[in-house]
């Protein structure tokens, strides 16, 4: 792939500078650039900027998002491409297994080399992954009908579900399907809240070795999961339409994140609330309506999955034992 990024017109122009001043402004000029274009590039999830010498092989890393990314050393290895004037995609599977999109491309400023982007995506479809390729090369995306995106939907929720279905015990598979979500949407963290006579219970929360999940977080957590199912509706802060009054839990859980942006929607299955997912993002990037409208996708067919898994974990073990064996002795690969 031909590509060529354009940072922002702070970049300095005059070569006839001192070189370490030179060096210093790009870097700059780059850290400001670099969070507004990762926002613009769809399905990504994670990038690196990149500077160095190519000849003596030194490359560093001068910018990272999403905020708190601190970059990866199989980012930084993919960067001598971009070097070379080059741009490469590659795809590849993290050690989990789940499917990456890696690109790396040159950073230009009116034809002018000043370093390279790396950048990463989670899993993306097919259409995605070639939006994303026709953006790096200057082509913007064929807009997606209605009928599309309810397809794109439905199918990252069977994903979600097949993940919790597959998965057992009860805990494992309610821990495995945040999980699934968290990385289909690009969140830092996904919780899952059980509602039952008008208490909230966190029963389940996404990985993530760099978030502390202290007991004042698991209070306001249920604290907003609450709050959303009460006015039965999603709730999304920072947004401009609910001033911190109405949105008091959830102003609360994101100035305890590190004004974190946070989303919550109900659970309803046949007109009645029975938990909340709540999502979590870190840094600038909010939530746009289709995270919202994925999860009501989602809810009706969750509700018989979680309640399937729960119920099934309050059997007497010996029942849960039987059914197993029943069920490995049906299994063909078994």
Known sequence: MNTSVQPAEQTPSDQSMD????????????????????????????????????????????????????????????????????????????????????????????????GVLVVEADGLKSQQRKDLYAIINGKPPQRTSEAEATANRLAIVLDVLATCLHAEP???????????????????????????????????????????????YVDALAAAMLAATRRRQNI??????????????????????????????????????????TLERHGNTSFGPGIGELCEALAPLAGPVIDLKLRKEQQPIGRRLLTRLVAKKQDPAG
């Open 19 to 114: 070189d370490a001043a030179w060096a210093i402004q790009v870097e700059n000029s780059i850290r400001k650039w670099l969070p507004a274009h990762a926002l613009a590039l769809p399905g990504v999830c994670r990038a690196i900027a990149v500077v160095g010498d190519a000849k003596k092989k030194d490359f560093r890393v001068v910018a990272t998002w999403p905020q708190g990314f601190a970059g990866s050393d199989d980012m930084l290895e993919m960067a001598p491409v971009g070097f070379e004037g080059r741009s490469e995609a590659r795809r590849l599977r993290s050690e989990t297994g789940r499917k990456l999109d890696r690109i790396a491309m040159p950073i230009f400023h009116k034809e002018q080399f000043l």
């Open 170 to 216: 009860a805990n494992i598979a309610l821990h495995a399907m945040v999980g699934e979500l968290a990385s289909r949407t690009g969140c830092d963290r996904v919780s899952l809240g059980r509602l039952t006579r008008g208490r909230m219970s966190v029963i389940a929360i996404s990985a993530n070795d760099k978030l502390e999940e202290t007991e004042e």
């Open 236 to 277: 999304t802060y920072p947004c401009r339409s609910n001033s911190i009054a109405q949105d008091r839990p959830h102003a609360q859980l994101s100035q305890q994140l590190g004004d974190a942006n946070v989303m919550t929607v109900p659970l309803v299955l046949h007109g009645e609330c029975y938990g909340a997912l």
